[in-house]
């Protein structure tokens, strides 16, 4: 795992000492170390993360979901990587969104809403994701990171419904680590002044413009103006970061290409640093495959469509396994790293999903591949809801559990009808 220095200010200038001395030592973020208004708050509100991994195929569901419910089921063949953490994560079964589209629905897995119905619901398609990085604001470089290892990453939307660019396992280092020239630092503050100018123009504009309209327009240039001061928020949050100096990583870039085995590893070692270094709170995360992948040929769509085929099964398993086993190795690393801002360990206030919005490659999307881990929960077995069609559970309502548990004060999110029963947590 890659080495760093934390780069918190502090009234004893620890740079500056650091200096002094004639080294660089790599230092984790250190209690001491922290602004005791940054402590302060931390003791009234803690401060909460969130990682989700998900694919783009769903699972082999017969590989994935235990035979048993309760907490003394069997480990599943998918989930073995987890057995040593069975106390500290549930997984669900007949938890979905209730909808149909196949492919269509992968989008909607941390809302709930399809893009094509998104213009009916007050905060359109919104990422579970994007709205804990409005919680998080300005508090870290990145409020939230959307990543992606050998596929694209299509589960993060903005509020007003526009997908999240992903970066991949070297933008992520770069972004983390790597500070921009002199050069380009004037042009970002060039570029926000800017920015802020046409805002200013627009929003005077606007309210001249207000008065002219019906009421149907005045609801539809109402979402015009949220997005405009989304924007202005944007720059508010982003600006101050321009000029404050990034972690030193300890260690080289690691290098991306040589398969999703050790891409994925280093992506998911790169999230535990940027939790270590407060860079973000907020991450997803989609794993691929690509050709040669555990020593398979072939693709992930097509080994989707496996037709109960023995080889594409087994490439299935292995593929699904593995995202598993890093699911467990990010638990392993939260849970050996103490939280200088809450106490505990970074696991105790970090929550963990897995999961697809299409449940197989079959195009399925009854009963959603969903596994929960770490945040505080009351976790350690397999949750077995009502598969009825009247008394099903929306997905949903898993997410806005996520949201109360994480400090966001909503009672709806999404297509939920309420938090999700029987599932606690403790702040």
Not at 114 to 140: C, H, I, R, W, Y
Not at 246 to 254: H, I, L, N, R, W
Not at 346 to 353: A, K, S
Request: proline fraction near 5%; charge should be positive; charged fraction near 20%.
């Amino acid at each position: 795992m890659l080495g760093l220095m934390n780069t918190y200010p502090s009234s004893r200038s620890r740079r500056r000492f650091l200096r002094n001395a004639g080294v660089v030592i790599a230092l984790p973020v250190m209690e001491s170390l922290i602004p005791r208004a940054v402590a302060d708050a931390a003791v009234k509100k803690p401060v909460k993360r969130f990682v989700c991994l998900s694919n783009n195929y769903g699972v082999y569901p017969q590989a994935f979901f235990p035979a048993q419910g309760g907490r003394d089921y069997e480990m599943s063949a998918t989930l073995q990587a987890l057995e040593r953490h069975r106390r500290d994560f549930t997984v669900f079964s007949n938890l979905d969104h209730g909808l149909q589209g196949g492919h269509a629905c992968v989008p909607s897995l941390l809302s709930g809403v399809m893009p094509v119905v998104a213009p009916n619901f007050p905060e359109m398609n919104m990422s579970l994701d994007q709205k804990l990085a409005q919680q998080v604001g300005a508090a870290t470089r990145f409020p939230a990171m959307t990543l992606q290892v050998n596929d694209a990453n299509l589960i993060s939307f903005t509020r007003t419904g526009v997908q999240v660019p992903a970066m991949d396992l070297r933008a992520m280092y770069r972004a983390l680590f790597v500070d921009e020239a002199a050069k380009n630092k004037t042009a970002a503050h060039d570029r926000f002044a800017r920015h802020g100018s046409i805002l200013d123009a627009v929003r005077d504009e606007a309210k001249a413009v207000e008065k002219s309209l019906g009421a149907a327009d005045k609801a539809k240039f109402g979402e015009y103006l949220e997005a405009v001061r989304g924007l202005e928020r944007k720059i508010a949050q982003d600006e101050p970061w321009i000029d404050r100096p990034k972690p030193k990583a300890s260690q080289p870039e690691p290098p991306q290409g040589r398969g999703t085995e050790k891409d994925l590893k280093a992506m998911i070692e790169l999230i535990a640093l940027a939790m270590q270094t407060d860079s973000s709170r907020v991450f997803t995360l989609t794993s691929g495959f690509v050709n040669g992948d555990f020593g398979l040929s072939g693709g992930y769509h097509g080994f989707s469509h496996h037709g109960e085929r023995e080889k594409e099964v087994a490439a299935l398993k292995a593929i699904e396994g593995y995202q598993v086993a890093m699911i467990a190795h990010l638990i392993d690393l939260l849970k050996a790293q103490p939280d200088p801002l809450n106490g505990g360990t970074f696991f105790d206030h970090t929550t963990i999903l897995y999961g697809c919005g299409m449940a197989t490659g079959q195009h399925t999307t009854r009963n959603l591949p969903i596994v929960l881990a770490g945040g505080g929960f009351k976790l350690g077995e397999h949750r077995v809801l009502p598969e009825g069609k009247t008394e099903r559970l929306p997905a949903a309502n898993l997410l806005l559990s996520v949201l109360q548990n994480f400090g966001v004060e909503a009672d709806r999110f999404g297509t939920s009808t309420g938090t999700l029963r029987g599932l606690s947590w403790k702040a």
